[in-house]
Nanobody, 118 residues
Framework: QVQLVESGGGLVQAGGSLRLSCAASGIIFGINDFHWYRQAPGKQREVGATISVGGNTNYADSVKGRFTTSRDNAKNTVNLQMNSLKPDDTAVYYC????????????WGQGTQVTVSS
């Protein structure tokens, strides 16, 4: 079955950086888009960044210019580099994929906590 495993979260001071990683298995990695979502306390889950098969990226306005997502198809890994972190970035960050072909479904990782102190 599909498995997405996020890592790299932690506690960081405002202005600092973290690099998240999502390791994927159970899918044909190179033909699928990936998404980074986050859910802050008391708020709905929201999309923060996406990366397409071809490496095109999209970002929420709240993170654009500070976050960069990338992929390494040889390693079946998606990364999220987060710079200039703000307290409002505090959230659980999730990796997500809806495979284009197989298996059918919408899959999520377990999430990794990012906490930004002021």
């Amino acid at each position: 079955q599909v498995q997405l495993v996020e890592s790299g979260g932690g506690l960081v001071q405002a202005g600092g950086s973290l690099r998240l990683s999502c390791a994927a298995s159970g899918i044909i990695f190179g033909i699928n888009d990936f998404h980074w979502y986050r859910q802050a306390p008391g708020k709905q889950r929201e999309v923060g960044a996406t990366i397409s098969v071809g490496g095109n990226t999209n970002y929420a306005d709240s993170v654009k210019g500070r976050f960069t997502t990338s992929r390494d198809n040889a390693k079946n890994t998606v990364n999220l580099q987060m710079n200039s972190l703000k307290p409002d970035d505090t959230a659980v960050y999730y990796c997500n994929v809806e495979p284009r072909l197989w298996p059918k479904g919408d899959y999520w990782g377990q999430g990794t906590q990012v906490t930004v102190s002021s």
